[in-house]
């Protein structure tokens, strides 16, 4: 089962940021934190990975909790396109598994 | 941008009749995986391939399931003989390495089993 928590939904202004939280609060060394979307039934896309550093792309921010227990994927300016179910995930890398965990996500809902 | 294709995007079949799913991967990446999400759930890991072998795969992915990747660009999903059950959006995705390089995904196969 996924190893992180996440709220069911959220709302978000369209032109405000959007703050999605996640807890992983049983992370372990190896794991790194993905976030990924998907809007209604298309594929999931990926938009932000990292271990321990905040990190930041052309999409989103991901700011991780110093002793990695929690993270917040930051979309700095959210517009209607963002509506989608955004996952958190934990993955082991170095260990020969590749498969992503997905749970029930969070569904954020943009309003104009 | 590159990006995965996959095809058909709804396929129909009855059941116990034998259906593939079709993927071309991004063309420099080396992993290829397959998932599946049934209406209103999680989306849920079947296998991952890589080097012409599975790697890695779950408890869906039973001896019904069968993976392929024929030529240098194709990478297919073979239910060998469905179920009601088996119908689920079915997403393949591809990774440039394993270790931490994010997964893409294709837009899905819907399959419909009647």
């Known amino acids: 089962d996924a190893k992180t928590t996440q709220p069911p939904s959220m709302d978000c202004a369209e032109g405000r940021a959007a703050n999605l939280p996640c807890n992983h609060s049983?992370?372990?060394?190896?794991?790194?934190v993905y976030w990924y979307r998907q809007i209604h039934s298309q594929g999931p896309q990926y938009i932000i990975h990292?271990?321990?550093n905040n990190e930041t792309n052309e999409m989103a921010s991901l700011i991780i909790t110093e002793d990695r227990k929690s993270s917040t994927l930051i979309l700095p300016h959210a517009t209607l396109r963002d509506t989608a179910v955004y996952y958190c995930i934990v993955r082991v890398v170095g260990a020969g598994s590749y498969q992503l965990t997905f749970g029930k996500g969070t569904k954020l809902s943009v309003i104009p | 941008e590159p990006e995965v294709t996959q095809t058909p995007s709804h396929q129909v079949t009855q059941m116990g009749q034998e259906v593939i799913l079709r993927c071309v991967p991004i063309?420099?990446?080396?992993?290829f995986y397959w998932y599946r999400q049934i209406l209103g759930q999680k989306v849920e890991f079947l296998v991952s391939f890589y080097n012409n072998e599975i790697s890695e795969k779950s408890e869906i992915f039973d001896d019904q399931f069968s993976v392929e990747r024929p030529d240098g660009s194709n990478f297919t999903l073979k239910i060998r003989s469905t179920k009601l059950e088996d119908s689920a959006m079915y997403f393949c995705?591809?990774?440039?390495?394993?270790?931490?390089?994010?997964?893409?995904f294709g837009p899905g196969t819907r399959l419909t089993v009647t």
């Open positions: 995705a591809s990774s440039h390495q394993g270790g931490e390089d994010e997964q893409y």
């Open positions: 990292g271990l321990k």
């Open positions: 049983t992370i372990s060394g190896n794991e790194y």
């Open positions: 063309s420099n990446h080396l992993y």
